[in-house]
């Protein structure tokens, strides 16, 4: 069991900006980070940026880390 199951998370703010640094293939700022690491303990997570492209890529990022993808219509 892993610490966060069962917990539901919204991270304002889990996009980033800026190109990623040497030798990564994504940029990591901290709204991200969190996302990334609070799905990977199991937590549900919804994430929000102004950009909707940088919301988009971390919800890639933790799908690709065996997360789970929820379904959501923009509206």
Known sequence: M????????????GGADGPPNKGESLAIGNGR?????????GARV????????????????IVAGAGRRMR???T
């Open 46 to 61: 919804v994430v929000t940026d102004r950009s909707l492209a940088s919301a988009r890529e971390t919800a890639a990022a």
């Open 33 to 41: 980070a969190i996302a990334i690491l609070c799905a990977r303990e």
């Open 72 to 74: 959501w219509k923009p």
């Open 2 to 13: 892993k610490r966060l199951d069962g917990k539901a998370l919204l991270v304002a703010g």
